[in-house]
């Protein structure tokens, strides 16, 4: 069994920037073998900010997905995640819905969830009060995920496709569109997946994770002036992350979290920088 964690973006530089940082993370402080999904074609990730990360991310188990046309791009890179468990995996192992730019801290938070003794395992439970969970943190084996979610193994693109159709999501897209007040399109992952675990066989068994471990919690503001790890399970980057007023920070908590890579870090930002 292999703990995976499941990382998706769109060459936008508020967001790509954080991938390559984030794919060490999970995988040199956590522990978990990240699988990337870069949502758009090779050719509109081979130019600019975005070559530099994919030039950082060549050799890892990545897959590029093209656009939906009916769905802004930052809404299919969301809702994929969900289907991952329809590419080629061993049924055992463990998938992880995570976020480019919310960086893991505490090793041991993110090894709460045993398959052994749940079905499904849902980290940050407690964050929307139960009335749904988060899409990041949802943690279930390949072949729970295939069962829940209804996948068609070797037909990730149909399955995510089928997700957005089950779920009415053009309707959702109108009902934004004509009142921004409602928010159900932009929560549409996370409602979908929770609703989809809820129908599932699984629904009774569920392992549930709050957000925080004793005074260990969870960065989801600025980060504070004189930042300091000892005291988050993970750390919600501000965004852009690459500019003057927000690298400083992540670069603190990166200092702190993977000392050995920081001639890495350093080298990667600034060919980032350059290429904007």
Request: hydrophobic share 40%; net charge negative; with cysteine.
């Amino acid at each position: 069994m292999t703990k995976r964690v499941v990382l998706s973006c769109t060459p936008n530089s508020v967001y790509d920037f954080f991938l390559p940082l984030a794919i060490r993370l999970w995988r040199c402080l956590i522990g978990y073998e990240p699988i990337v999904i870069l949502v758009g074609t090779y050719g509109e990730w081979s130019f600019g900010h975005a070559k530099a990360v994919l030039d950082e991310v060549r050799g890892e188990s990545a897959e590029f997905f093209d656009r939906i046309l009916y769905l802004p791009d930052s809404s299919v890179s969301m809702g994929l995640r969900q289907n991952v468990a329809a590419l080629d995996f061993d049924q055992d192992d463990v998938l992880l819905v995570g976020d480019v730019d919310l960086f893991p801290v505490d090793r041991d938070f993110y090894h709460r969830y045993d398959p052994s003794k749940s079905p499904v395992g849902i980290y940050y439970a407690d964050m929307y009060g139960g009335e749904y969970w988060p899409a990041y943190g949802v943690s279930m084996s390949v072949r729970n995920w295939r069962e829940v979610m209804g996948l068609t193994v070797g037909d990730f693109r149909g399955s995510v496709e089928r997700m957005f159709l089950e779920g009415k999501v053009r309707e959702l897209v109108a009902a934004h569109k004509a009142d921004h007040r409602d928010t159900r399109f932009w929560t549409f992952d996370e409602r979908y997946a929770t609703q989809k675990i809820r129908e599932s066989r699984f629904s009774k068994d569920v392992a549930e994770f709050p957000s925080a471990v004793g005074d260990r919690r969870p960065l989801r503001v600025k980060l504070p002036r004189h930042p300091s790890a000892a005291g988050y399970i993970d750390f919600h980057c501000s965004r852009p992350g690459w500019n003057g007023e927000n690298w400083p920070d992540i670069r603190t908590m990166l200092d702190q979290l993977l000392p050995e890579h920081m001639d890495w870090v350093d080298r990667y930002v600034r060919r980032y920088r350059s290429s904007l």
